[in-house]
């Protein structure tokens, strides 16, 4: 955490967020078998983190943790505008893992974290 300092106040701003990837449900099968092999990419800026591949599965659980630094100031109303755009969403990507090919995207949820972190809450299915 970091300090901020306004003109009238102080308060304590997060430096790093913590990801966890639970699970997905109702996956399209695009494997053998009407299943998928199926992973995660977390993004958040530049920042990139791969869960681990589930195997035959459109529900997938991972329970997989994973944490990304914060770019000063995206957290303030208005930081964001500072970044190149998508600097502040944290983008889960879900792909099925191709033997032969390229992968295979399954969908995708983006959160801004700014505004998540302004509302103090995330929705339950974010």
């Not at 099968?29 to 990419?41: E, F, L, N, R």
Request: hydrophobic letters at 35%; a neutral charge; glycine letters at 10%.
């Amino acid at each position: 955490m970091s300090l901020v300092k306004n003109d009238e106040e102080q308060r304590w701003v997060p430096t790093h967020v913590q990801v966890t990837v639970l699970r997905a449900r109702g996956l399209r099968a695009k494997g053998k078998h009407g299943t998928s092999d199926v992973y995660t990419i977390i993004q958040l800026g530049k920042e990139k983190y791969s869960t681990c591949v589930i195997e035959k599965t459109t529900d997938p659980e991972w329970g997989e943790e994973c944490a990304f630094e914060l770019q000063p100031g995206i957290l303030e109303k208005g930081g964001r505008d500072a970044y190149p755009p998508g600097s502040g969403d944290l983008t889960l990507t879900v792909m099925h893992r191709a033997l032969i090919g390229l992968d295979v995207f399954l969908g995708q949820a983006v959160i801004p974290v700014d505004k998540a972190f302004q509302d103090r809450k995330s929705m339950k299915n974010e």
